[in-house]
């Protein structure tokens, strides 16, 4: 196979999993008899813990020779932990179990994300190509679990989601032997640790990754609840599939033919771009429009997911150095993707408990934050 069609094939596993596991978690979940608030806080756990995980799981992967390494680990790592969900009871054993898979899984993306990214740009394709694949098999999984869920119990969620993890470490052993430095040699634990070090101290960086963090962390109420919230109105799990493989779909065509727009745009405005849809996209959420109103609202996804993570990867890219590529995409998903909206979903769950859908106003809010950010950022930028 080709090199984009064999990263194809490891973001197409890898989001084989995510796809049910973030959507769907909450049902199982929620069919242990747990409140919205225990449902939140086990969902929260590995998020506000990546800031911790993510930067010693960064440093430990440039620790290695070649980069699909401790992607491999990882994965096989999250398959097992996984499992254990079924083998464990109470919501202690359920948070830990969640907190290892959630914590190991969500580390493959920008790892591949690195890789991905420096063989488009010496092989000449569009890292949106593969990345755009991955997306079709989110969407299929969305799909397939809504459908499933209609005649299985919920334990096919977590079933589902530790076979794709195991799928995720086969597919990666396929994946391009490309070597974490460029002159083959591991840079020392200290030198790792100091690259860090100089990312978090830099003003502009933190700006960028605390912008982007806003806008993405207010999806946590819409990856947490809108299943829940969704079903109160009567809609089907089979519809409910179709709402989030909309939102999906409409991310694979901007990933595949937004490129030059997006170029012509610039990673700052298109940042602004994606806040200012997410402010419009769950202010209307709030208000529990009918399914005729959800669908076209699900197409903002595009900006207010996909524009967002193509900006901030960007931007992580031009304001880092090339040696420590790994450790910013790390530093920026583990604050953005993990961080803020951890804070963001433990937060859901008391509104959600008390407001209902009245809870998507926060959020809306909340990406406002990041648009004003986002708005400082191209100031700086024009500076």
């Known amino acids: 196979m080709s090199v984009p069609l064999r990263l194809a094939v490891v973001y197409s596993a890898l989001f084989l999993g995510t796809g049910v596991s973030l959507p769907f978690i909450g049902v199982w979940l929620g069919g242990k008899g747990l409140s919205g608030a225990q449902i939140g806080l086990i969902l929260s756990a590995p998020m506000l813990g990546r800031v911790l995980t993510s930067p010693v799981l960064a440093v430990w992967a440039d620790g290695f020779t070649l980069r699909r ?30 907190f290892l898979a959630a914590s190991l899984l969500p580390m493959i993306t920008p790892l591949t994300d690195v890789l991905t990214m420096r063989r488009a740009r010496s092989d000449g394709f569009n890292y949106g190509w593969p990345r755009g694949i991955g997306s079709v098999a989110y969407i299929v999984a969305n799909v397939s679990m809504g459908l499933l869920l209609t005649r299985l119990d919920a334990s096919i969620v977590i079933i589902w989601s530790a076979g794709a993890a195991a799928l995720t470490a086969l597919a990666v052993m396929a994946a391009p032997k490309d070597l974490v430095h460029a002159d083959g040699e591991k840079a020392g634990r200290r030198d790792r640790w100091r690259g860090l070090g100089d990312l978090l101290r830099d003003r502009t960086f933190m700006l960028m990754v605390l912008s982007v963090g806003c806008i993405q962390a207010a999806h946590a109420f819409y990856y947490g609840f809108s299943v829940l919230l969704w079903r109160k109105q009567g809609i089907s799990e089979a519809v409910i599939g179709l709402l989030w493989g909309t939102g999906v779909a409409i991310e694979v065509l901007f990933m595949w033919f937004g490129e030059r727009w997006r170029r012509a745009t610039g990673p700052e405005r298109l940042l602004v771009i994606g806040g200012l849809a997410a402010v419009i996209r769950w202010g209307a959420f709030a208000f529990s429009p009918p399914v005729g109103m959800l669908f076209p609202l699900q197409t903002l996804h595009a900006m207010t997911f996909a524009a967002t993570y193509m900006a901030s990867l960007n931007l992580v890219e031009r304001l880092s150095p090339p040696q420590s590529a790994s450790a910013a995409q790390t530093v920026s998903s583990a604050l953005s993707s993990g961080l803020m909206i951890g804070l963001a979903t433990i937060l859901s769950g008391p509104i959600f408990d008390h407001f209902g859908a009245h809870g998507y106003l926060a959020m809306a809010l909340l990406a406002g934050v990041g648009v004003a950010g986002s708005v400082v950022l191209i100031r700086r930028s024009r500076a």
């Open 69 to 98: 390494t401790p992607i491999i680990i990882l994965a096989t790592g999250s398959a097992v932990a996984y499992g254990a969900l079924l083998a464990v009871h109470g919501l202690g054993a359920w948070m830990l179990c969640w």
